[in-house]
């Protein structure tokens, strides 16, 4: 049978069990049935030739290989188009409907000072030897400047910059830049292309012999910048300017990307800033609408969706883009973001395999080890969680929940003091605003109820506005009638046990009240950036932390 697809305009033939699924977008929703007899019969004549093409197109999504440009980038003359001109990318983006094409499509353009450093800091007589003096040139200058490139949890406060932009934020001096790899890598290939050196950007999906993630949460991206062959446009040699490495593209998972395509990263950043910066979820849709128009194949991309999905409570399409993000790029922090959400529907089993999955790709990965043990706290394993958030630190410092899982651990244990000076480290540098919930709980705990209240307060203000009294009502339910408002609390602490049985802290992040009960109507967000909005993570009888990976927003 027929189908098309309603968001690409794919038609495509569909006989297997189960629901159609687009070839191109993978989406399952919006699919209807395709009858035109018009188009019926010049379809049978050409039969073959159709099948044919699902079949190459389904394969290429089962693929995470090197250089699939090939298969998505636009084309000059049946060749694959990289490079395209200021004035041909802008037609390209307005052509695709996107609005005011004329800033977007001047992110590879240079300016003077650009220029300038590129004639000055290229050295060697080959281009290769150009470029690798260039990347070490730029390297030298973050660190005489004092900034450092640290791979993000959350979007910093100023929005993407383009590559004149952000050369000219460094020349500032600015300590508090953190560059994104994305932004690096297209001012690196904007300073080559000043050279007259073709270059492209490129997603980075692993680099040789890294036990964790280039990006851990599945949503930013790492990017590098490829030095092509002017006639073929072969990659002969990827440079990595965030880490200030080189490799051989032969030995690197990765994906060339055509202008069009790297500018549709570029609006999946600015997706996020939308987002989590200026609480905008409708206007951060839209740029990431914009984006998967120029990348429709970006797994990245689609991650991204899904948490802009879940802010605005559309839990069943969020589920489907992200399976859709697996498919296309079934690496550790996609499949991490699958493993999360079935855990907060209570499919450990399925949560354990995924995890599993990951782990054997990345074994240092911290998130992951915290994810899992998150799942043995579920399941009542004290010891085999604590071995697990052991294992996180010692093999990658930066996962931000530990501090918050332990201090959930100790109150699990009924050690309430030791709880609290974790919950209290975790405080100080919280990115995940349920953490204010958790220190409530304990707090209510250790009998400090004028902090449970403040935590409260400080949690629901991060709430979004159609969350809110759902919120309020279970939060009044779990922590009784005085956590919320100013009145003095005549109570007593609670007996451990007893907490413990009303704490579990199990941290089985499920979005609630609201979120449909069927694992597969749902989907989760790996962001953990600044504020708004935020979703409210637990278990429908007892609260719970969302493990860093699931929850949207950040407490200072």
């Given at each position: 049978?027929?189908y098309?697809?309603?968001?690409?305009?794919v038609?495509?033939?569909?006989?297997?069990d189960?629901?159609?699924?687009?070839?191109r977008c993978?989406r399952?929703?919006?699919i209807?049935?395709f009858?035109p007899?018009a188009?019926?019969r010049?379809?049978r004549?050409?039969?073959l030739?159709?099948?044919?093409g699902?079949?190459g197109?389904?394969?290429l999504v089962?693929?995470?290989?090197v250089?699939w440009?090939r298969?998505?980038?636009?084309?000059t003359?049946?060749k694959?188009q990289?490079?395209?001109s200021?004035?041909e990318?802008?037609?390209?983006?307005?052509?695709?409907g996107i609005r005011?094409?004329?800033?977007i499509a001047?992110?590879f353009v240079?300016d003077?000072s650009?220029a300038r450093?590129?004639?000055?800091?290229?050295q060697g007589s080959?281009?290769r030897?150009?470029?690798l003096?260039?990347?070490?040139a730029?390297?030298?200058?973050?660190?005489?400047?004092?900034?450092?490139?640290?791979l993000p949890?959350?979007p910093?406060?100023?929005?993407?910059m383009s590559?004149?932009?952000?050369?000219a934020?460094?020349q500032t001096?600015d300590q508090s830049?953190?560059?994104y790899?994305l932004e690096?890598a297209l001012f690196?290939?904007t300073?080559l292309?000043?050279?007259?050196?073709p270059?492209?950007?490129?997603?980075?999906h692993?680099l040789?012999e890294l036990k964790?993630p280039?990006d851990?949460?599945?949503?930013f991206?790492?990017?590098?910048s490829?030095?092509?062959?002017?006639?073929s446009e072969?990659a002969?040699?990827?440079?990595?300017?965030?880490?200030?490495r080189?490799?051989?593209?032969s030995?690197?998972e990765?994906?060339?990307l055509?202008d069009l395509?790297?500018?549709?990263?570029?609006?999946?950043?600015?997706?996020?800033h939308l987002?989590?910066?200026?609480n905008?979820?409708?206007k951060?849709?839209?740029a990431n609408?914009?984006a998967?128009?120029l990348?429709?194949?970006?797994?990245n991309?689609?991650?991204v969706?899904?948490?802009i999905?879940?802010a605005l409570g559309n839990?069943?399409?969020?589920q489907s883009e992200?399976?859709?993000?697996?498919?296309l790029c079934p690496?550790g922090p996609?499949?991490h973001?699958l493993?999360?959400?079935?855990?907060?529907r209570?499919?450990l089993?399925?949560a354990r395999r995924l995890?599993?999955?990951?782990?054997?790709?990345?074994?240092?990965?911290?998130?992951?080890?915290a994810t899992l043990a998150?799942?043995?706290?579920?399941?009542?394993?004290v010891?085999a969680?604590e071995?697990?958030?052991?294992?996180a630190?010692?093999?990658?410092p930066q996962?931000?929940?530990?501090?918050?899982?332990?201090?959930?651990?100790?109150?699990e244990?009924g050690?309430?003091?030791k709880?609290?000076?974790?919950?209290?480290?975790a405080?100080?540098?919280?990115i995940?605003p349920?953490?204010?919930?958790?220190?409530?709980?304990?707090?209510r705990?250790?009998?400090?109820?004028?902090k449970m209240?403040?935590?409260v307060k400080?949690?629901?203000?991060k709430?979004p506005s159609?969350?809110k009294e759902?919120?309020?009502?279970?939060?009044?339910?779990?922590?009784?009638p005085?956590a919320?408002g100013?009145?003095l609390e005549?109570?007593?602490?609670?007996d451990p046990n007893?907490s413990?049985?009303r704490?579990?802290l199990e941290?089985?992040?499920?979005i609630?009240p609201?979120l449909?009960?069927?694992?597969?109507?749902?989907g989760?967000?790996?962001l953990e950036?600044k504020?708004?909005?935020?979703?409210?993570?637990g278990n429908?009888?007892?609260?719970?932390l969302?493990v860093g990976?699931?929850?949207?927003?950040e407490?200072k």
């Open positions: 049978m027929w098309q697809c309603l968001h690409c305009d038609k495509f033939d569909f006989e297997e189960g629901k159609p699924r687009c070839p993978l399952t929703t919006g209807q049935e009858h007899e188009a019926r010049p379809l004549k050409k039969l030739w159709a099948m044919a699902i079949g197109a389904l394969l089962g693929v995470s290989s250089f440009w298969s998505s980038a636009s084309t003359k049946g694959p990289l490079i395209f200021p004035s990318l802008k037609e390209q983006l307005v052509s695709l005011q094409p004329k800033p001047e992110l240079g003077a650009i450093f590129a004639k000055e800091m290229a080959s281009k030897d150009q470029a003096s260039l990347q070490k730029l390297g030298e200058t973050l660190k005489r400047h004092g900034i450092q490139c640290v949890f959350r910093r406060p100023t929005p993407p590559a004149q932009e952000l050369f934020a460094i001096k830049l953190a560059p790899p690096l690196l290939v300073a292309r000043e050279l007259g050196i270059a492209a950007v490129a997603e980075i692993q040789p964790r280039p851990p949460t599945g949503q991206g790492y990017f590098g490829v030095l092509l062959e002017p006639n072969q002969l040699l990827l440079l990595d300017p965030f880490g200030g080189s490799f051989e593209p030995s690197v990765l994906r060339v055509s395509q790297a500018v549709g990263a570029w609006l999946n950043l600015r997706a996020m987002l989590l910066h200026d905008l979820p409708e951060a849709l839209e609408a914009q998967l128009k990348d429709p194949r970006s797994a991309s689609r991650a969706r899904a948490s999905l879940v839990f069943p399409e969020a992200l399976e859709a993000a697996v498919q690496s996609h499949r973001l493993a999360q959400l079935h855990l907060a209570g499919a089993d399925e995890l599993a999955q990951v782990l054997e790709q990345f074994p240092s990965d911290g998130s992951a080890r998150a799942l043995h706290l579920a399941q009542g394993d010891e969680a071995a697990e958030l052991s294992e630190e010692r093999t990658d996962p931000p929940t530990v501090p918050t899982l332990r201090a959930m651990l100790f109150a244990r050690e309430t003091q709880a609290l000076v974790e919950i209290e480290r405080l100080k540098n919280s995940d349920n953490t204010h919930l958790v220190a409530a709980q304990i707090y705990q250790a009998g400090q109820f004028d209240r403040k935590e400080t949690f629901l203000a709430a159609h969350q759902a919120l309020r009502s279970l939060i009044l339910q779990r922590l009784g005085t919320i100013d009145e005549e109570e007593k602490p609670e007893a413990k049985e704490l579990q941290l089985n992040p499920q609630a609201t449909p009960s069927e694992p597969e109507n749902s989760p967000s790996l950036p504020q708004e909005p935020t979703i409210l993570l429908r009888k007892r609260f719970g969302g990976s699931l929850s949207i927003g407490s």
